[in-house]
């Protein structure tokens, strides 16, 4: 029997700018953030039983891995040689469809229980790269790179994407004490949305490839607009500027309505304003690709004021920490 464990991860600054459509014209550039809420699973192959089980949210049980509906562990499976006599289940903190990465966070922490059971330990770059290649290339799936190396890596980390799609990952060192300040007054809450983030990066990437010249302008400038403020707000937690922070999350939330309207929700609007004029949050942002899931809040207060207002709201606070050990096997091999 395999057991991974693999983190969810926040987007810090940089987002959308890991998409094919936008690097290859200038790189892109990700900040963010791998959490202590993590996709587990649990893999082995029976000795006698032949067919391919999944547990999990979608069961399946198949003679074959080539008939399985699960697409990314059909895949993943046919790409390891793997066609029968083969069970998994997976176990995830937090539902899928909310923003924080969970699609590429499972089928990363699945590749590693998948080279684990051939008794390898690839290097965590190739791993992510693997999980790039099925989702991106494989699969067609119309999503960036950002997902897979934060899976892998965890951390606070940065990813710099070069016009070829080369990923050079960088780590980012700060105190104790400053990281502890950044999270206790950057709330996170979970809005009970859920959404296909792929839908809206659909959007931004038919812009990018568009003919239509002034829509194609409109995002690419947007997006060049978000990656430099990745680099600002990278700059701003490694100089411990909380404030700095909240302000350029405001920023961000303002140029990311620009790349899509599926961004946000309308209530979601209208909250937001509310408690940045109420409550004197100083910006935030939607997770994931915006489609909604969680709404990150920055309160330079004590936060107990907002907390309760968002608790009235159904809206309850996330807690969480930063992971720095990304992807893990944490049991065994298959003897």
Not at 130 to 137: K, P, S
Not at 226 to 237: F, H, S
Not at 322 to 330: F, K, N, P, S
Request: charged fraction near 20%.
């Amino acid at each position: 029997m395999i057991s991974t464990r693999t983190p969810l991860r926040i987007t810090l600054g940089g987002g959308g700018t890991d998409l094919d459509s936008y690097y290859r014209h200038g790189g892109g550039f990700i900040f963010a953030i791998g959490i202590n809420k993590y996709i587990h699973i649990a893999a082995h192959r029976p000795a006698f039983h032949g067919d391919v089980v999944l547990h999990g949210p979608d069961p399946e049980s198949c003679t074959s891995a080539a008939d399985l509906r699960h697409e990314l562990v059909r895949t993943a499976l046919q790409a390891h040689g793997i066609n029968d006599r083969f069970e998994v289940a997976s176990i995830s903190d937090i539902a899928g469809g909310t923003g924080m990465g969970s699609s590429s966070c499972f089928l990363v922490g699945f590749l590693n229980a998948l080279h684990a059971l051939k008794g390898h330990t690839p290097d965590r770059q190739a791993l992510a790269e693997e999980a790039c290649r099925i989702e991106i290339q494989a699969l067609a799936k119309g999503i960036g790179k950002q997902d897979q190396y934060m899976a892998a890596f965890g951390g606070l980390t940065t990813l710099d994407i070069a016009r070829d799609g080369t990923v050079q990952v960088g780590s980012i060192q700060i105190s104790e004490a400053v990281e502890a300040a950044f999270i206790d007054h950057t709330h996170i809450y979970y809005t009970g949305l859920r959404r296909d983030a792929a839908v809206i990066l659909d959007d931004q990437n038919n812009a990018m490839l568009s003919d239509h010249a002034d829509r194609h302008q409109a995002v690419s400038e947007s997006l060049g607009a978000i990656k430099a403020l990745g680099y600002r707000i990278r700059d701003a937690w490694v100089e411990g500027d909380l404030n700095g922070w909240g302000e350029m999350l405001h920023e961000h939330w303002v140029a990311k309505k620009t790349l899509s309207s599926k961004i946000s929700w309308p209530h979601l609007d209208q909250l937001y304003d509310h408690v940045r004029a109420e409550y004197g949050v100083l910006g935030g942002k939607v997770s994931g690709a915006g489609g909604g899931g969680f709404l990150m809040l920055f309160d330079p207060s004590d936060g107990r004021e907002l907390e309760a207002y968002m608790a009235g709201q159904n809206m309850p606070r996330l807690n969480y920490r930063i992971d720095r050990g990304g992807t893990q096997v944490l049991l065994g091999r298959d003897g």
